[in-house]
């Protein structure tokens, strides 16, 4: 016997049946049990469990937009281009919108990725950036059914037109300029990203307000006109170098993340790990699951900087080298967050 419908399921019927036409393929009303989640569209993942903790999932969810704000030299580019080697190895195509001409085949090889599977894209300004993302994503609706798309932004600090630069010198109306292309931009997009499994990360600064005497002395180009639209908002933010001895050049740093919105877990959760610079990925991704939890298994006990493992002691980098891969998707079960490692 048939399930007798609802008036919610009768209701939702009768919207799509009304306005559906031939531009429209695909339905606009639904209930809520009805609609695909993350869970069943998927994530992009990190490669990095402290991003995913943070995220409360197994890497940026497919179908939504998340924010990567913070200052210059923060790691965010890192971790775009860590998920994007790790997408890459999933099998999983990507597109990268370099507004800041900044990329190179050598500095992507050194973060694992494969520069002749990924597409490169120069944006010539603001309005560009999002015409080819309106595009792509209608592009990818009528050739890649069903098949996640990673796709990032870096950054969105480009200048919009120039006859809008032109128009008025001054600083404030600059920004609000700014501020409405993006937000005109990203109303556009955002359906389409949910329709064609994209999922969009976008790369902001975090920019010094000079003569600020209370409050916060940062703000971001363009306002808040990503997050207000994005499910995730991360902020990235250099905590220290990391320097062996006297060493003139630090090696890497410390890099601290935080949710400060979160629409699939709650908000403000934060991690840090470290980036070593040089280095293929950036990240140790073992030395992250060791520093994350004070006793991360069961068979692993920390002591200080010191941890024991089977009869004895070590430091971390050289325990991480003993960890078998099993250890790290045990961490992520243990965490919630099964499934972040590929």
């Given at each position: 016997?048939?399930?007798?419908?609802?008036?919610?399921?009768?209701?939702?019927?009768?919207?799509?049946?009304?306005?559906?036409?031939?531009?429209?393929?695909?339905?606009?009303?639904?209930?809520?049990?009805?609609?695909?989640?993350?869970?069943?569209?998927?994530?992009?993942?990190?490669?990095?469990?402290?991003?995913?903790?943070?995220?409360?999932?197994?890497?940026?969810?497919?179908?939504?937009?998340?924010?990567?704000?913070?200052?210059?030299?923060?790691?965010?580019?890192?971790?775009?281009?860590?998920?994007?080697?790790?997408?890459?190895?999933?099998?999983?195509?990507?597109?990268?919108?370099?507004?800041?001409?900044?990329?190179?085949?050598?500095?992507?090889?050194?973060?694992?990725?494969?520069?002749?599977?990924?597409?490169?894209?120069?944006?010539?300004?603001?309005?560009?950036?999002?015409?080819?993302?309106?595009?792509?994503?209608?592009?990818?609706?009528?050739?890649?059914?069903?098949?996640?798309?990673?796709?990032?932004?870096?950054?969105?600090?480009?200048?919009?037109?120039?006859?809008?630069?032109?128009?008025?010198?001054?600083?404030?109306?600059?920004?609000?300029?700014?501020?409405?292309?993006?937000?005109?931009?990203?109303?556009?997009?955002?359906?389409?990203?949910?329709?064609?499994?994209?999922?969009?990360?976008?790369?902001?600064?975090?920019k010094d307000n000079p003569g600020i005497m209370f409050g916060t002395n940062k703000s971001k180009l363009g306002g808040h006109a990503v997050e207000f639209h994005g499910g995730i908002l991360l902020e990235?933010?250099?905590?220290?170098?990391?320097?062996?001895?006297?060493?003139?050049?630090?090696?890497g740093m410390t890099v601290r993340v935080e949710a400060k919105k979160n629409k699939f877990v709650e908000p403000f959760r934060n991690r840090t790990f470290d980036i070593f610079f040089g280095e293929e990925?950036?990240?140790?991704?073992?030395?992250?699951?060791?520093?994350?939890?004070?006793?991360?298994?069961?068979?692993?006990?920390?002591?200080?900087?010191?941890?024991?493992?089977?009869?004895?002691?070590?430091?971390?980098?050289?325990?991480?080298?003993?960890?078998?891969?099993?250890?790290?998707?045990?961490?992520?079960?243990?965490?919630?967050?099964?499934?972040?490692?590929?």
């Amino acid at each position: 016997m048939a399930e007798k419908k609802t008036l919610a399921d009768k209701l939702a019927e009768a919207v799509n049946k009304k306005f559906k036409t031939d531009d429209i393929d695909f339905d606009t009303a639904f209930t809520l049990d009805e609609i695909f989640t993350p869970d069943q569209m998927g994530y992009i993942p990190t490669g990095n469990m402290a991003v995913d903790y943070v995220l409360g999932k197994p890497g940026f969810p497919v179908g939504r937009m998340t924010e990567l704000a913070g200052p210059y030299g923060s790691g965010k580019s890192t971790i775009v281009a860590r998920t994007i080697a790790q997408a890459q190895k999933a099998g999983i195509t990507c597109i990268l919108l370099d507004t800041e001409f900044s990329y190179s085949a050598s500095w992507g090889r050194m973060h694992g990725i494969d520069p002749k599977n990924l597409v490169l894209i120069h944006p010539l300004h603001l309005q560009d950036v999002f015409d080819k993302m309106l595009f792509l994503m209608d592009d990818i609706g009528s050739q890649e059914k069903g098949n996640p798309i990673f796709m990032a932004v870096d950054s969105m600090s480009i200048a919009t037109a120039e006859e809008m630069e032109a128009e008025d010198s001054t600083a404030g109306k600059q920004r609000g300029q700014h501020a409405s292309v993006i937000s005109q931009g990203i109303r556009k997009i955002q359906g389409r990203a949910y329709r064609n499994n994209v999922a969009v990360v976008f790369i902001s600064q975090l920019k010094d307000n000079p003569g600020i005497m209370f409050g916060t002395n940062k703000s971001k180009l363009g306002g808040h006109a990503v997050e207000f639209h994005g499910g995730i908002l991360l902020e990235v933010k250099r905590s220290t170098y990391l320097k062996t001895g006297d060493a003139a050049k630090p090696h890497g740093m410390t890099v601290r993340v935080e949710a400060k919105k979160n629409k699939f877990v709650e908000p403000f959760r934060n991690r840090t790990f470290d980036i070593f610079f040089g280095e293929e990925g950036g990240i140790r991704p073992k030395e992250i699951l060791l520093e994350f939890l004070a006793n991360p298994l069961d068979d692993i006990k920390k002591s200080g900087g010191w941890f024991e493992y089977d009869g004895s002691k070590y430091h971390k980098a050289d325990l991480a080298i003993k960890l078998d891969d099993k250890v790290l998707k045990n961490a992520y079960v243990k965490l919630g967050i099964d499934g972040g490692v590929k």
